[in-house]
């Protein structure tokens, strides 16, 4: 429908999370979008969805014994089970604006809750707690970012390290380990809110194991991406206003293209820079919000380690986790909308959609 597609179109018959991708320049390229049901099929479901709707009569059944399909022994109407479906999308399949691409990325969480942050939990909390350990001999007053910068804080004036050169390298592994846990809930939350504009939704058990099998792709993604992210900051982040939205898109493309590494990096600079400038303003405008909840989660901790510098371990750390439990989920649903938000603009899919389900309708 666009003027380019980079990846082939995954089969909808492909296991979730593996499998061969066969190009078909019909469908989505979503590995959730369910296949066109058969007439059959339909017929079936036209029937389950009368009785659903109350219009089956409690009665003899087709055997004469007194039960039904839609009622229990002896005409006992029986409460038809919960529908199954996606839930309310974040927010509709069309160009998106600024505003809708920020509450967008909140509403992922109100849409499924309890799947969106046990996901976050389960990846994003041992990560902070094994973080907070290596951490643990670091002074509040010492900020990896400087360190990034300048020695002046990693030095007293006598020339000893302060703190130790072991303890700064505990704490970038620490804070490498951190982002790489956001790459995997990134790609965790893609394959999720990719299965509801699909029309179908996941597990929380489906969503991990589909990742569990691209963990390897997951860690190269990252460590791929590393040096350009680290060059850009080196360079005073004048570097990473472009290098890092144009890089943005990179585990979207891979949870929901089915693309390598290299590709899907490559396919998210292409996407990015239809309208790089809108993409900056999206992810400047996500990062001031995300930094403003943060801190607001986090004051109330370092208040009290003020007041109780021999806690400060156990303070610090905790509202280092809270915040960005908090705020990791919307943090990598922003690329995920904005991903959406590009394919609707340059590549027409939410007409894709439309034409498909039209078509699927009509067979």
């Not at 986790?321 to 909308?337: H, S």
Request: neutral net charge.
């Amino acid at each position: 429908m666009g003027p380019e597609h980079d990846n082939p179109t995954p089969d909808p018959a492909v296991p979730l999370g593996g499998g061969s991708v066969a190009p078909s320049p019909s469908t989505w390229a979503l590995p959730e979008q369910p296949a066109a049901p058969s007439a059959a099929d339909r017929a079936v479901t036209s029937a389950a969805t009368a009785g659903a709707l109350g219009t089956l009569e409690p009665g003899p059944g087709a055997n004469g014994q007194g039960t039904d399909a839609a009622a229990g022994p002896a005409g006992a109407w029986r409460e038809p089970p919960a529908p199954t479906g996606p839930p309310q999308l974040p927010v509709p399949l069309k160009p998106m604006t600024i505003s809708d691409i920020l509450d967008g990325a909140w509403a992922i969480i109100k849409s499924r809750p309890k799947t969106v942050l046990a996901l976050t939990a389960v990846i994003i909390l041992p990560v902070q707690l094994l973080a907070a350990y290596l951490q643990r001999d670091v002074p509040s007053t010492v900020d990896v970012l400087n360190a990034f910068n300048s020695s002046a804080g990693s030095f007293s004036s006598s020339g000893a390290a302060n703190p130790r050169t072991s303890t700064l390298l505990a704490s970038y592994a620490a804070q490498g380990l951190v982002a790489l846990s956001y790459y995997f809930l990134g790609f965790a939350l893609a394959r999720l809110v990719s299965a509801w504009y699909a029309g179908g939704d996941l597990t929380l058990r489906q969503v991990l194991v589909a990742t569990g099998r691209k963990a390897h792709f997951i860690v190269a993604t990252f460590l791929l991406l590393l040096i350009p992210t680290v060059a850009s900051v080196a360079m005073c982040y004048v570097g990473a206003f472009f290098v890092i939205p144009l890089l943005l898109l990179t585990m979207p493309v891979m949870a929901i293209e089915g693309a390598n590494p290299w590709s899907a990096a490559v396919r998210s600079c292409k996407l990015v820079a239809r309208r790089l400038w809108w993409v900056m303003l999206f992810w400047f405008a996500s990062f001031l919000l995300e930094a403003l909840v943060n801190y607001s989660i986090q004051a109330a901790p370092e208040i009290l380690a003020i007041f109780s510098p021999d806690l400060a371990k156990f303070f610090v750390p905790i509202g280092s986790a809270a915040a960005r439990f908090t705020t990791a989920p919307f943090v990598v649903g922003v690329p995920v909308l904005i991903y959406l938000d590009l394919r609707v603009r340059t590549e027409g899919l939410d007409l894709e959609l439309e034409v498909g389900d039209a078509f699927a309708g009509a067979a």
